[in-house]
C-alpha cells in the first residue's frame, strides 16, 4: 500500500494553511481522495495536522474501512451539505485551504453560509504533490501499459475491411480488462477509421462505421492498474497506404522520435512541444497540429505536467508524460503516434513499446 | 434528433436572465451541452435569446458541426479561459446566468475577474427542464431498459460456482454493448458476491471474489442509448437460498412492489420513499436501508427528482425514477430490487420487466 500519510504530510507542508478539505461527489474527483488516502468512494476528506477525518454515508462505509488506514471514518448523510460545515467547525483550526480547480462554485456559497472557518482558495495543492511520481506509481503505469499494448498486439491480427469500429473496440477493451491486473480501461477507446481518423476525441460506439480498403486506423487508449491510467495511440494502414498516409505518418513519426530523443528534466513545457511542432510546422502541416505534444497520466488521464506552447510547466525527474504529435486533415483523415515516458535527469524512459517505425498495413 | 431549440427556449423562458452559459470540461457536463444541442465533446455554450454559440477547439469542431443544428461554433483553444469572458463581453448582454452545482469555483472566479457583465448563480436550471422526460427520450430509456435485461436474460445461464465477479460483469456490459443502438453501459456495473453485496457501490474489477454456493448475487447495471440510462439491479441467489435469503428478498420485494402500486404524479419524494420504507421498519430492517428509494434517470445515472427521507422534490407525468429498496446486513450481505418508471397522472408504467417474483436460483 502506498504511504498515504507521507503523501497528506507533504500536501500540508506545501500549505500556508493547516487544514485541506477535498470531496468526490458523483465520482468527479476519486483521484484526490484515492490519492490521500486510498479511498475509492464518494465522500469528504478533511486533513488535519492532527488528524484526517473521512465523512461518508452508508453506502460506502465498509468500503473505506477496507480501503484506508490510519484515519477517522465518519458516518453521515449530509457529507455533501452541512455536515462538511460541522466538521470544519469541530475541527475548528482556521483558516482552511481547498482546491478551488476541484470543488464547485455551490459548494464553496453553501460552505461559506454555514461554517465558522475561513475558507482559502488554492489551485490544487494536490496536483503539485501527485506531479512527480512514487516508485510504486511508475511501476503501476509501466503495468498499464503493458497491459494495453498486449491486448493491442492480439488484437491486430483480427482486423479485417467489413467489421465495425465498434467491434473492434469492445474487442480491444475485452482484452484488456480481462488480464489480471487492469482494473479498467483508462477511459473510452477511439478507435477510428478513413475520415473520422482527423476526429480527435472520436466515439466508435455511438455511430461506428465499417472498415474500409486505404482506411487508416488510428487506436487511442489504455488500461487502469492500481488507478493508474496509459495512453497510447497507434495508427495502421487497411491495406496498402496510400502515399499520403506514408508522407504524414513519417512526418509525425519524426516529431515522435525527436520529442523523445531530447526531452529530459528542466525542459520547459513549451520547449518540449516546440521540438515536435518545428518539425510538423517545417514539414507544411503547422494547421494540422491543433493540440499540445502531451499532457501528464497518473491517477488521472489528464493531468500536470502540460506539454503546449501555452504550458507553464518545467519537467522534473519523476513526471510521467505523453509525447503524442498528430497531423489531422479534416474530411480525409489523421495519424497520431502517442508514447509514455518517464521523465530523468538527462532524457527519459519510454514506457511504451508497441513498434511504430513504419506505417503497419493490416487487414 | 430532439428538438434542442425548443429546449433552450424552454430553459431562457425559466430564467430572469437572458442569457445562460454552460461547459463541459473533462466530461464532467456532457449532459447539460448534448441536452441542449446534441454536442457531445468538450466546449462551452452561451445561449441567448438571439443565437447560441457553442465555444470549442480543434479537437471537436468537426465533430461539433456534425452533431448540431442552428448554433454559431467558433474555434478558440481559449474556451475554458479567458476565451469563455470574451464571448459573453461580445453578446455583451448582462446578467448572464450559471449553474452554481455546475460549474467549479475557480471558474466562476476567473470569468468575475475577466469580464464585464454580471454572473448569477442559479442551482442547476437545466435540471429543472431535463426532470421531465420528453415522449423520445422516455423511448430511449425504454430501449436501454430492454438491452440491459435481454443481456441478462442472456447473462444468467453461464454463472456457475467458481467463476469470478469480474468475468460475470465483463460477460455482461459485453452483451450489452455489442447490442446496436447500445452506445455504451449505463455506468461501472457492480457485481456482487457474498458479503460483498452489501456494498452498495462495489467494484467487482479490482479485488474480484469468486462465487461460492448460498452466495447472494446481486447486480447493479444498466446500458445507455442515445445517451440515456437505465438502472437496474437483481439479486440471485448461487444455489439454494438460505431462510435469511429468503426473508429479505421479500421484504425489499413488497417494500418495491408497494412503492410501484401507490407512487404517481403530485406525489412528493417524501412519501414515495415512505411507502417502502415503512414496510422495511416494519420489518425490523430500518437500520439497514441507508439510502433512498430512488432517484431519476436520463442523459445522467443520478438525476432529479429524488425519492428519499430529504427530498424536496413532487412527482409530475413525465419524470422517470428508479425504485430501488435494499436491506443490507454488513459482513453478511443485502439483497436489492431496483425497477426503473415512468411517471403517469395516475400511478406509473414500469419499464423494467426481467422476473422478481421470488429469489431465484442461478449456479
Same mark, same amino acid.
Given at each position: 500500500?502506498?504511504?498515504?500519510?507521507?503523501?497528506?504530510?507533504?500536501?500540508?507542508?506545501?500549505?500556508?494553511?493547516?487544514?485541506?478539505?477535498?470531496?468526490n461527489?458523483?465520482?468527479?474527483?476519486?483521484?484526490?481522495?484515492?490519492?490521500?488516502?486510498?479511498?475509492?468512494?464518494?465522500?469528504?476528506?478533511?486533513?488535519?495536522?492532527?488528524?484526517?477525518?473521512?465523512?461518508?454515508?452508508?453506502?460506502?462505509?465498509?468500503?473505506?474501512?477496507?480501503?484506508?488506514?490510519?484515519?477517522?471514518?465518519?458516518?453521515?448523510?449530509?457529507? $455533501?451539505?452541512?455536515?462538511?460545515?460541522?466538521?470544519?467547525?469541530?475541527?475548528?483550526?482556521?483558516?482552511?485551504?481547498?482546491?478551488?480547480?476541484?470543488?464547485?462554485?455551490?459548494?464553496?456559497?453553501?460552505?461559506?453560509?454555514?461554517?465558522?472557518?475561513?475558507?482559502?482558495a488554492?489551485?490544487? $495543492?494536490?496536483?503539485?504533490?501527485?506531479?512527480?511520481?512514487?516508485?510504486?506509481?511508475v511501476?503501476?503505469?509501466?503495468?498499464?501499459?503493458?497491459?494495453?499494448?498486449?491486448?493491442?498486439?492480439?488484437?491486430?491480427?483480427?482486423?479485417?475491411?467489413?467489421?465495425?469500429?465498434?467491434?473492434?473496440?469492445?474487442?480491444?477493451?475485452?482484452?484488456?480488462?480481462?488480464?489480471?491486473?487492469?482494473?479498467?480501461?483508462?477511459?473510452?477507446?477511439?478507435?477510428?477509421?478513413?475520415?473520422?481518423?482527423?476526429?480527435?476525441?472520436?466515439s466508435?460506439?455511438?455511430?461506428?462505421?465499417?472498415?474500409?480498403?486505404?482506411?487508416?486506423?488510428?487506436?487511442?487508449?489504455?488500461?487502469?492498474?492500481d488507478?493508474?491510467?496509459?495512453?497510447?495511440?497507434?495508427?495502421?494502414?487497411?491495406?496498402?497506404?496510400? $502515399?499520403?498516409?506514408?508522407?504524414?505518418?513519417?512526418?509525425?513519426?519524426?516529431?515522435?522520435?525527436?520529442?523523445?530523443?531530447?526531452?529530459?528534466?528542466?525542459?520547459?513545457?513549451?520547449?518540449?512541444?516546440?521540438?515536435?511542432?518545428?518539425?510538423?510546422?517545417?514539414?507544411?502541416?503547422?494547421?494540422?497540429?491543433?493540440?499540445?505534444?502531451?499532457h501528464?497520466?497518473?491517477?488521472?488521464?489528464?493531468?500536470?505536467?502540460?506539454?503546449?506552447?501555452?504550458?507553464?510547466?518545467?519537467?522534473?525527474p519523476?513526471?510521467?508524460?505523453?509525447?503524442?504529435p498528430?497531423?489531422?486533415?479534416?474530411?480525409?483523415?489523421?495519424?497520431?503516434?502517442?508514447?509514455?515516458?518517464?521523465?530523468?535527469?538527462?532524457?527519459?524512459?519510454?514506457?511504451?513499446?508497441? $513498434?511504430?517505425?513504419?506505417?503497419?498495413?493490416?487487414?
Open positions: 500500500m502506498p504511504d498515504h500519510a507521507r503523501r497528506r504530510r507533504s500536501l500540508l507542508s506545501n500549505l500556508e494553511e493547516n487544514v485541506f478539505v477535498a470531496y461527489l458523483e465520482n468527479h474527483d476519486t483521484a484526490t481522495l484515492r490519492y490521500l488516502t486510498g479511498f475509492t468512494g464518494e465522500g469528504l476528506l478533511l486533513i488535519h495536522t492532527d488528524e484526517t477525518i473521512l465523512l461518508t454515508d452508508s453506502r460506502y462505509t465498509e468500503q473505506a474501512q477496507g480501503e484506508t488506514d490510519g484515519i477517522r471514518i465518519e458516518e453521515t448523510r449530509m457529507w $455533501p451539505g452541512k455536515g462538511a460545515a460541522e466538521a470544519l467547525d469541530r475541527v475548528g483550526v482556521s483558516p482552511v485551504a481547498f482546491a478551488s480547480t476541484r470543488v464547485t462554485a455551490r459548494w464553496l456559497e453553501t460552505m461559506r453560509d454555514a461554517c465558522d472557518v475561513e475558507l482559502i488554492r489551485k490544487d $495543492p494536490v496536483a503539485s504533490v501527485r506531479i512527480v511520481k512514487e516508485a510504486s506509481e511501476a503501476s503505469l509501466k503495468r498499464a501499459a503493458v497491459i494495453a499494448e498486449e491486448a493491442l498486439g492480439r488484437l491486430v491480427d483480427e482486423i479485417r475491411v467489413g467489421i465495425s469500429e465498434k467491434e473492434i473496440a469492445l474487442r480491444l477493451e475485452w482484452l484488456i480488462r480481462e488480464t489480471d491486473g487492469a482494473e479498467q480501461i483508462a477511459f473510452e477507446s477511439n478507435v477510428s477509421s478513413g475520415p473520422n481518423t482527423s476526429l480527435n476525441h472520436y466508435p460506439f455511438r455511430h461506428p462505421r465499417t472498415l474500409q480498403t486505404g482506411d487508416l486506423l488510428l487506436f487511442d487508449f489504455g488500461a487502469c492498474v488507478g493508474y491510467r496509459s495512453d497510447i495511440t497507434r495508427t495502421f494502414s487497411v491495406g496498402t497506404a496510400t $502515399p499520403e498516409a506514408k508522407e504524414i505518418y513519417d512526418l509525425v513519426l519524426r516529431a515522435n522520435l525527436a520529442a523523445i530523443e531530447r526531452v529530459k528534466a528542466g525542459m520547459s513545457g513549451v520547449e518540449t512541444d516546440a521540438i515536435a511542432r518545428e518539425l510538423i510546422v517545417d514539414g507544411g502541416h503547422g494547421d494540422h497540429f491543433g493540440h499540445g505534444l502531451g501528464g497520466i497518473g491517477l488521472e488521464v489528464h493531468e500536470g505536467p502540460g506539454l503546449s506552447p501555452r504550458s507553464e510547466d518545467t519537467l522534473e519523476g513526471m510521467v508524460v505523453t509525447v503524442e498528430g497531423v489531422y486533415l479534416p474530411g480525409r483523415g489523421g495519424v497520431r503516434i502517442e508514447d509514455d515516458v518517464v521523465i530523468t535527469a538527462d532524457g527519459c524512459e519510454v514506457i511504451t513499446s508497441f $513498434p511504430k517505425d513504419r506505417l503497419i498495413e493490416v487487414g
